[in-house]
Nanobody
Framework: QVQLVESGGGLVQAGGSLRLSCAAS????????MAWSRQALGKQRELVAS???????NYADSVKGRFTISRDNAKNTVYLQMNSLKPEDSAVYYC?????????WGQGTQVTVSS
């Protein structure tokens, strides 16, 4: 079993920045993909960004140029730097870690962007 602990959410004004962190622990052998997903109230869950073990990244069009995903393999930690935040970025953000064949989800951290 893999446990995930997220941190860094909160309330910020539009145009501001936040940095989310997610640390994985437990029975870790070889983490493959690490990602951030979000779900706003009344909307479908959206994959925001992902990063492979080799460092290849992928972003949703809605966050390209504003968000940056990174990972520290030695610490089994993934980060999401969020800049130029918009009210539409408000959501619960979930860390998702893949250690094949399973996906593990964090408990979620609330990000609220005020206009």
């Amino acid at each position: 079993q893999v446990q995930l602990v997220e941190s860094g959410g909160g309330l910020v004004q539009a145009g501001g920045s936040l940095r989310l962190s997610c640390a994985a622990s437990g029975r870790i052998f070889s983490i493959n993909r690490m990602a951030w997903s979000r779900q706003a109230l009344g909307k479908q869950r959206e994959l925001v960004a992902s990063i492979t073990s080799g460092g290849d990244t992928n972003y949703a069009d809605s966050v390209k140029g504003r968000f940056t995903i990174s990972r520290d393999n030695a610490k089994n930690t993934v980060y999401l730097q969020m800049n130029s935040l918009k009210p539409e970025d408000s959501a619960v953000y979930y860390c998702v870690v893949t250690q094949r064949p399973y996906d593990y989800w964090g408990q979620g951290t609330q990000v609220t962007v005020s206009s």
